[in-house]
């Protein structure tokens, strides 16, 4: 997924910096992973590499990927370190990512476009905001992201 993200006042440059996330992902025992009775239940850990630009490049990433049709959404939580602009030291931060109000009958709007927020874990402080979408002409390299075990 790709698109932009928008440092808050004061926490980097000013203006749109690109921002894309790419990620491995699929339920290690489909059967838990479909059980809607199960903690496991359309939720998996993902791994991969996120860019944001001004803090980091092809940063390698770990989290998880929730799919929450019961309440209409698909999060992304994903974990990676960055340079703080601020103060050039090396940081902890969190990305929760959200396709909202998802609809069967509108896959290609509310399947495709995420919006997020980014953190500084240690102190909880928001770094930006973004939104990132997914083009349909990836869906092959999507598709072959998919752990089957």
Known sequence: MAGHHVFQPDLGPPGRHPFSFELSWGPDRLGEWLDPTGDAFLWQE?????????LCEAAPCTGTLALDYPRGRIR??????????????????????EKLRLRPWNLLTTHTTCY???????SGRLVSRSIVTFRLRHLPRFLA???WV
């Open 145 to 147: 992201s998919l752990r």
């Open 116 to 122: 997020g927020t980014l953190v500084e874990l240690a």
């Open 76 to 97: 992304y939580t994903l974990d990676f370190e960055a340079t703080s602009p601020a103060n050039g030291e090396s940081v902890l931060c969190r990305y929760v990512g």
């Open 46 to 54: 993902a791994r991969g590499s996120l860019t944001a630009g001004g």
